[in-house]
């Protein structure tokens, strides 16, 4: 393994480019995301098993209800009006998903975001996105946003957001890099491949992906494995959704999909209500009526 050099570190815009007070509220308008997050979407009649294979093309819906959100929110962003000709537009196919542009100009651009959606009870437990996009394509400015959400009423309701995990987007490519270089335990080639003459906001047929020399497991840009959102990922598993913390949902419908039969999902649910009654500290009256609810919703479906 190469000698192991000084980490990269998260570098800010220049204080002095004359965007960057709107570069801080529009971060500020990001972490604010769920008390503004708009949605007309409503899931019912589900089976839970069936929401996870729906979690991806539902995450795509969402991703673009928190960029009209983003737009609905230009009092925070923007309150003195000086960027009125300019809206966040989502991309497909390109780096970043998301640029805040003019209107009437593709190529006057202000900043990006790389949007991810992420369904918070997903058994992984983590994101899966893959972010290998390199260093030279992005700009100071330019964020990455994971936006974790579930349902309001955890199998049915409307989509309700997290707290957002934000990073530079420069920063996590030097420092997904880092750490494939440097972190990991490896026994192979480690060196990485760049492209050349790349910079910000490229084309879709621009190659701005970095490639490692050999990734025979391909795990190279499993973002969540590079240690940089172990924090985070602690502290919105703790997050409740119908009082019970997410974590306890997680654990449940990870055995739930796992079950053979109708008659074992159901005991899996008798055990799951008394194992909150028993040791959950969150399991006052209130909240286990409305996960009792939640069972009896989720027995009808697996019998039906």
């Not at 609905?72 to 009125?84: F, G, S």
């Not at 490519?173 to 760049?194: P, V």
């Not at 992906?209 to 990734?215: A, E, L």
Request: net charge neutral.
């Amino acid at each position: 393994m190469p000698s192991k050099p000084t980490p990269p570190v998260q570098v800010q815009p220049n204080a002095k480019w004359k965007h960057y007070e709107l570069f801080t509220r529009v971060r500020d308008a990001v972490t604010a995301l769920p008390l503004h997050f708009k949605t007309e979407t409503v899931i019912a009649g589900i089976m839970a098993t069936d929401l996870f294979t729906l979690a991806a093309a539902l995450g795509a819906t969402i991703e673009q209800q928190v960029v009209d959100t983003l737009n609905d929110m230009r009092e925070v962003w923007d309150p003195d009006h000086k960027y009125e000709l300019y809206h966040f537009f989502r991309q497909s196919q390109t780096f970043p998903d998301v640029l805040l542009r003019k209107s009437a100009d593709a190529t006057d651009i202000i900043m990006g975001l790389e949007l991810k959606g992420w369904y918070l009870l997903a058994k992984e437990s983590e994101p899966s996105f893959r972010f290998q996009v390199t260093p030279k394509a992005c700009n100071p400015q330019d964020l990455i946003v994971v936006v974790p959400w579930a349902l309001s009423n955890v199998i049915s309701g409307t989509p309700r957001v997290f707290d957002p995990y934000v990073v530079s987007a420069q920063y996590a490519a030097q420092y997904r890099n880092y750490h494939w270089r440097y972190l990991r335990d490896a026994k192979t080639d480690s060196d990485i491949t760049s492209p050349t003459d790349v910079g910000p906001y490229p084309q879709k047929v621009d190659a701005i992906s970095d490639k490692p020399k050999f990734d025979d497991g391909k795990n190279f840009g499993r973002f969540s494995r590079t240690g940089l959102m172990d924090d985070y990922l602690k502290e919105v598993a703790l997050q409740h959704i119908c009082g019970i913390e997410a974590t306890h949902w997680r654990t449940f419908f990870k055995a739930f999909q796992e079950q053979a039969t109708p008659e074992s999902v159901q005991k899996a649910i008798e055990r799951f209500v008394a194992d909150l009654k028993k040791n959950s500290p969150a399991a006052d009256p209130t909240v286990l009526v409305s996960v009792e609810k939640i069972m009896d919703e989720l027995k009808k479906l697996v019998s039906g």
